[in-house]
């Protein structure tokens, strides 16, 4: 993917903080929202959740997972999305830590437990560069 590709995706990600997660263990299916930060360098995405979800349960049985992060419009010519597929972990680097806490400072006084998903494979839609215009990234 060029670096042009991959910066139209992160300013798409950088503008919004909600994605919508799917998980998956055995024949049990979990769809649900986080808030979230994106660091464009290492490809991840920083989450919070406890141990305690549907999806985290599902997590630890399969890592593998999948998302979008949308632009509600009713507009066609708007429209716009990411969807992603990912492994998710628990997260351990400091920096990811920090961006997510930068981000949302509040969270703080929560003291949450935080995830990365490392970024397998991107798919953004943007119709604003035509209709149905599709920008794909892989992980090599």
Same mark, same amino acid.
């Given at each position: 993917?060029?670096?042009s590709?991959?910066d139209k995706?992160?300013?798409f990600?950088?503008e919004?903080?909600v994605?919508?997660?799917a998980?998956?263990?055995?024949?049990?299916?979990s769809?649900?929202n986080?808030f979230?930060?994106?660091?464009?360098?290492?490809?991840?995405?920083v989450v919070?959740?406890s141990d305690?979800t549907?999806?985290?349960?599902?997590i630890?049985?399969?890592?593998?997972?999948?998302?979008s992060?949308?632009l509600?419009?009713?507009?066609?010519?708007?429209?716009q999305?990411?969807q992603?597929k990912?492994?998710?972990?628990?997260?351990e680097?400091? !920096?990811? *830590?920090?961006?997510?806490f %930068?981000?949302?400072?509040?969270a /703080?006084?929560?003291?949450p #437990?935080?995830? !990365?998903? *490392?970024?397998k494979?991107? %798919?953004?839609?943007d119709?604003? /560069?035509?209709?149905?215009? #599709?920008?794909?990234w892989?992980?090599?």
């Amino acid at each position: 993917m060029s670096s042009s590709n991959l910066d139209k995706i992160d300013s798409f990600l950088q503008e919004h903080h909600v994605m919508s997660l799917a998980t998956m263990s055995g024949s049990e299916l979990s769809v649900c929202n986080l808030f979230y930060a994106f660091d464009k360098d290492k490809l991840s995405f920083v989450v919070a959740s406890s141990d305690d979800t549907t999806h985290i349960k599902n997590i630890l049985k399969n890592q593998s997972v999948a998302g979008s992060v949308v632009l509600e419009t009713k507009s066609v010519g708007k429209i716009q999305g990411v969807q992603f597929k990912g492994v998710f972990s628990r997260l351990e680097d400091s !920096s990811l *830590k920090s961006l997510y806490f %930068k981000t949302f400072p509040y969270a /703080l006084t929560m003291n949450p #437990k935080l995830w !990365s998903i *490392k970024i397998k494979e991107f %798919k953004m839609t943007d119709n604003r /560069l035509g209709f149905g215009k #599709k920008i794909i990234w892989t992980r090599s």
